[in-house]
């Protein structure tokens, strides 16, 4: 019955290590989103897929990397993860079609880079 | 480009007493106007929006928002909180147009005494 789930929930992790979270949304939205809420609980934009296509690309390092391979999945990659990139990741979707639909968030994963 | 910023970083209050978080924003373009709820270890859920219409807006959990132009303002109000209400409220803009990315601001912990 979720909506908007994320795998894994926590992650921790070595410096230098590759990782990779994972977001499903079966509510038949067709644009994704990837935030990243810091350790201050500040919440930024990193990505947004339409329907796979990329349509949002913030100043994110390229060892970030997000892949859809259809528009019910978003992943994001990381590569080389440094001590700052310990946060929590937010999936989000959203339908685009008729005018204004709000965006549903998953649950997060908290990521920790030890 | 928009920014939003949260006036109180913390706000302690009494049980049944009323409550407002501020929020400002700044933008060259139209935006809608959100506020979100983020309990303790959970994902974001929608409290209430402003798209168009009446500035005043009520959402869930006995909340209401009041958009006004002039001040580029969007404070959120409940009148009697409830222990329940302890969380961090976040108040985000929206462009109308293109990919509607959300801009967060820095969130409030809003924290309800017995």
Redesign the interface.
């Known amino acids: 019955d979720t909506a908007v789930s994320q795998t894994p929930k926590y992650l921790v992790t070595q410096m230098g290590n590759d990782k990779s979270i994972k977001c499903e949304q079966n509510l038949g939205h067709d644009t994704m989103y990837w935030y990243k809420q810091d350790s201050k609980k500040f919440l930024k934009i990193m990505f947004s897929y339409n329907n796979k296509e990329l349509i949002i690309n913030e100043t994110v390092p390229n060892r970030f990397s997000p892949k859809s391979p259809d528009k019910a999945h978003l992943n994001l990659h990381i590569n080389s993860l440094e001590l700052g990139d310990s946060a929590v990741y937010f999936c989000a979707s959203r339908y685009t079609s008729g005018g204004f639909n709000e965006q549903f968030f998953g649950p997060g994963t908290r990521l920790t880079v030890l | 480009a928009q920014s939003v910023t949260q006036l109180d970083s913390q706000v302690p209050v009494f049980e049944e007493a009323p409550v407002e978080l501020r929020c400002n924003y700044s933008s060259s373009v139209s935006v809608?106007l959100?506020w979100?709820v983020?309990y303790p270890n959970?994902?974001?859920?929608?409290l209430l929006?402003y798209?168009s219409g009446s500035t005043l807006v009520k959402g869930i959990n006995g909340f209401e928002a009041e958009f006004n132009k002039s001040q580029t303002s969007f404070h959120l109000r409940k009148p009697s909180v409830h222990i329940s209400d302890t969380a961090?409220y976040?108040c985000a803009v929206g462009s109308?147009q293109g990919?509607?990315?959300?801009?967060?601001g820095?969130?409030t912990?809003l924290t309800i005494n017995p």
Do not use: S, T
Request: hydrophobic content about 45%; glycine content about 8%.
């Open positions: 809608y959100f979100y983020q959970q994902g974001l859920q929608l929006k798209l961090e976040f109308i990919a509607q990315k959300l801009v967060f820095q969130g912990r």
